[in-house]
């Protein structure tokens, strides 16, 4: 790759040496089960629940216990909507975006031959959501609504909080796609 100039770091990134430096005991000689009730397991799920604790101060979580580790931002999309849509199974509708990361867009895709219907948000020439259009998208039947925080190829910053008071005062549930707005902006 000499030469070349790699744009996407917001995306994915070399893991900084120093992080590399503190995962290291943990991918090589202390690679027990966290689950395990013996010690050599017991002391990385004591790390992990450090790092879940680490992760909540970030985030804001009310409690640890509230911060769920998956292998990737595809899996943590696809467990939290669908365990939005397991848990009101009468409604059969969600509202996103056009432009959402393809975790969501596949999954929405992948909903409507499930027999759920989409509606799919367009965006304003900055890329920005037209809450308006957002509020008479909402119906009766909607489930969820699922709108990405920090647009990954774009940049554009959505207004959740004002989306989340939207659904709050319908009563539908909001999942935010937050990955490239954590750590970086509050």
């Known amino acids: 790759m000499a030469g ?4 996407d770091n917001n995306a994915t990134t070399r893991v900084a040496p120093e992080v590399f ?4 005991p943990y991918l090589t000689e202390l690679y027990g089960n966290p689950s395990s ?27 640890p216990v509230e911060v769920v580790f998956t292998s990737c931002g595809t899996e943590g ?7 939005m849509l397991e848990a009101r199974p009468d409604k059969r ?15 929405c895709q992948h909903l409507e031959k499930k027999g759920y219907r989409v509606t799919w948000l367009g965006v304003e020439q900055d890329g920005m959501l037209d809450l308006d259009e957002l ?7 909607t489930a969820l609504v699922s709108i990405m925080a920090v647009n990954n190829e774009i940049g554009v910053i959505q207004p959740v909080e004002q989306i989340g008071m939207i659904c709050r005062e319908r009563g539908v549930y909001f999942h ?8 970086k902006i509050p």
């Open 4 to 7: 070349e100039i790699y744009f």
């Open 176 to 183: 935010t796609d937050a990955a490239q707005a954590v750590g």
């Open 37 to 63: 009730i013996h010690r050599f397991g017991s002391q990385v799920g004591q790390k992990i629940a450090e790092a879940r604790a680490q992760v909540a101060a970030l985030i804001g979580a009310a409690d």
């Open 77 to 83: 999309d696809n467990a939290a909507i669908r365990g």
């Open 135 to 141: 509020r008479g998208a909402l119906t009766d039947d």
């Open 21 to 24: 430096e503190a995962m290291r």
């Open 93 to 107: 509708h969600i509202v996103t975006t056009q432009v959402e990361h393809p975790a969501v867009i596949g999954l």
